[in-house]
């Protein structure tokens, strides 16, 4: 298969693989800025990123399950948004520094079984108390195995963890890729 067209080596992730859930929460309503910040719900990464998450994607259906994407690629402009609701840089990357999603190398994700119902974990998505942590131990077992099993298939495909955040896994070469401000509408 032919790799369709990237811009600035971001790609949208159906382009290549349409067996996804894509519900990015920040072209709702549903998040915690409580309004839309994306134009359109579209996961756009860059290529290899991508091509690692299709990769965990077949892992998880391999075993009866697959992934609902939340958040990819996000514009440094929408980043500065964001920081001045919420400057904790436990939860939001300073726009100085950037984050991993401004480079098209981070996803937030969560599984889902065939049916399409997401597995309980230990809290909600962008849930900013210590339940998001990845050492928070007092949720019910299942929702801590769920957690660790949606880890090991991302780390087991080229993914890193990050603390505060269950959902948040980076591209391991994420510092290949650099900042990126390119509008989500270029993507149509």
């Keep these: 298969m032919k790799t369709p067209h990237t811009i600035q080596g971001l790609i949208?992730?159906?382009?290549l693989d349409n067996s996804f859930i894509i519900d990015m929460k920040y072209a709702s309503y549903d998040n915690f800025m409580g309004k839309k910040l994306y134009p359109l719900n579209?996961?756009?990464?860059?290529?290899e990123t991508a091509k690692k998450l299709i990769n965990?994607?077949?892992?998880?259906?391999?075993?009866?399950?697959k992934l609902k994407v939340l958040d990819a690629y996000r514009p440094l402009s929408i980043q500065n948004l964001m920081w001045e609701t919420l400057s904790d840089d436990n939860f939001v990357a300073p726009p100085t520094r950037g984050s991993k999603h401004n480079r098209g190398?981070?996803?937030d994700i969560t599984l889902v079984n065939f049916d399409g119902n997401e597995l309980e974990m230990p809290s909600v998505f962008d849930d900013f108390s210590e339940k998001a942590w990845i050492t928070y131990t007092s949720a019910a077992e299942h929702q801590l195995q769920n957690r660790e099993f949606l880890a090991k298939i991302m780390t087991s495909n080229g993914f890193e963890r990050i603390k505060t955040e269950w959902w948040h896994f980076n591209d391991a070469e994420f510092n290949k890729y650099p900042l990126l401000d390119i509008c989500l509408e270029s993507f149509l």
């Design 12 to 15: 949208d992730l159906e382009k």
């Design 42 to 47: 579209k996961c756009i990464l860059q290529l």
């Design 56 to 65: 965990a994607n077949n892992y998880a259906k391999a075993l009866g399950y």
């Design 105 to 107: 190398c981070a996803v």
